[in-house]
T-cell receptor
Framework: GAVVSQHPSWVICKSGTSVKIECRSL??????MFWYRQFPKQSLMLMAT?????????EQGVEKDKFLINHASLTLSTLTVTSAHPEDSSFYIC??????????FGPGTRLTVT | GEDVEQSLFLSVREGDSSVINCTYT??????LYWYKQEPGAGLQLLTY?????DMKQDQRLTVLLNKKDKHLSLRIADTQTGDSAIYFC???????????FGKGNQVVVIP
């Protein structure tokens, strides 16, 4: 149990376009979902926390207009990188929590902006 | 604030024990975690320990917590090639499910 999926697993997009990444909890209801960003050989940096049905809370330094997060249902959160640039290339990982505080992580999405 | 430090690289021979260390600064940390990340994949929770515990053992994994020194370690007994990965420690505070991660420690197991 407690499986989190992400789609796509890998995406390449052109500079200036937008790309949407989905995070789904497959067998539990996720009241809270988290979005992380990970650069090569570095740790995970929390970008934002989203609770179902409410606006996401962004960490300091993360542009909310650039990284749009929607958590419209208890099993789905989306992260849209708008007007992507090469510096947005990274590994994006989501996690989800249900009735306990334990976070279950998705497999990650590698974004490459050309 | 939360600040978690880890050393970077460890190589170990198959069958030996490996020890990964982590220090943290937030004394309000309630839960401390060890995660494993294999190349190109997400994080897998290995084990966690409550801050009122000193030690926790789970099969080949032993977690030691020195709350006075804010030091956390993970010992992997009989290290296998499948243990090659990056290991992250993380902490969270009571009533707060936000995690603060260390920089990670890459473990390479030599056959």
């Amino acid at each position: 149990g407690a499986v989190v999926s992400q789609h796509p697993s890998w995406v390449i997009c052109k500079s200036g376009t937008s790309v949407k990444i989905e995070c789904r909890s497959l067998d539990f209801q996720a009241t809270t979902m988290f979005w992380y960003r990970q650069f090569p050989k570095q740790s995970l940096m929390l970008m934002a926390t989203s609770n179902e049905g409410s606006k996401a809370t962004y960490e300091q330094g993360v542009e909310k207009d650039k990284f749009l997060i929607n958590h419209a249902s208890l099993t789905l959160s989306t992260l849209t990188v708008t007007s992507a640039h090469p510096e947005d290339s990274s590994f994006y990982i989501c996690s989800a929590t249900g009735i306990t505080y334990e976070q279950y992580f998705g497999p990650g999405t590698r974004l490459t902006v050309t | 604030g939360e600040d978690v430090e880890q050393s970077l690289f460890l190589s170990v021979r198959e069958g030996d024990s490996s020890v990964i260390n982590c220090t943290y600064t937030d004394s309000s940390s309630t839960y401390l975690y060890w995660y494993k990340q294999e190349p190109g994949a997400g994080l897998q929770l290995l084990t966690y320990i409550f801050s009122n515990m000193d030690m926790k053992q789970d099969q080949r994994l032993t977690v030691l917590l020195n709350k006075k020194d804010k030091h956390l370690s993970l010992r992997i007994a009989d290290t296998q090639t499948g243990d090659s990965a990056i290991y992250f420690c993380a902490e969270s505070a009571r009533g707060n499910n936000r995690l603060a991660f260390g920089k990670g420690n890459q473990v390479v197991v030599i056959p």
